[in-house]
C-alpha cells in the first residue's frame, strides 16, 4: 500500500479512503472513466463504416485461438478465455508465467491497428487478442503493468461482439468504475492507469453470444 501511495499523487487526502465503493456508469464518446490517477478514454463508436459482425467474424475463422495455462500465486490455471498474441517480430510478451511470441500481423488486424492508433495518437507493435465464448469467460482483476510494456503504457483496447462490463478499482481506496463496452467502442488507457489501477471483465452468465476484444501494445524493445 506505500508503494502504491507513493506512485499514486492524487491520493493525498482522497475522499475514498475507508468509503464504500463507488459505482459510476458511463458511456459517452471519449469520455474520461478514471477520476484520478491516469487516464481511461471510452470512446463508444471507432469504426466508421466498418460492419463490426463482418470483422469479428473474420476473426473467429482466421485467428489461432489457443487456451493458454498461466501460473498465478503458484497454482496452475487454464484461462476461461482464448488468446492470441500478433505483431512485430520480437515483440514477445510474457505475463503469469507464459511468453506469447506473436503472430504475423494480418491486414485486417493493420487495419484496426490504424484504427487505434488514430484515436489515441500512439504507435503499436502488438496485439492481445481475447475471445470470450460467453459470460461464463472473464478476465480477473489484474493490471497491464509487465516490464515490457513500459512505465506509463498507452494501451488501445478494442470491442467486438456481445456488450460486456468492464471495471476499475483503485489499487488504494477502492473505489470502482464501471462500464459497458459495446461493439465498435475504444478505451485508450494511459499515464498512471497501470500503477494505481487494477481492471476486470467480470463473469456474466446471461450473456450467450461471443466477445472479442484486442488490446494494442508497444512492447519495448
Ligand atoms: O477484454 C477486455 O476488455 C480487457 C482485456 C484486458 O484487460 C487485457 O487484455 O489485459
Known sequence: MYLCMVQC???VNTPHIGEEPAMSLFAVNGHELLPADGSAKLYEWVLGDTDPSVVMQELLDSVPWASQTITMFGKQYEE?????????????YTYSGITMTPHPWTPLLQSLRDVCEQNSGSAFNSVLLNLYRDG??????HADDEP?????PVIASLSLGATRKFRFRHRVTKEVVECELP???LVVMSGLSQKCW????????RVNTPRINLTFRKIQS
Open 9 to 11: 499523487p492524487h491520493l
Open 183 to 185: 461493439t465498435g467502442s
Open 80 to 92: 476461461p478465455r482464448r488468446t492470441a498474441w500478433f505483431g512485430d517480430e520480437g515483440a514477445s
Open 136 to 141: 461464463n469467460d472473464k478476465m480477473g482483476w
Open 198 to 205: 487494477v481492471h476486470e471483465v467480470p463473469r456474466q452468465k
Open 148 to 152: 515490457e510494456l513500459g512505465t506509463e
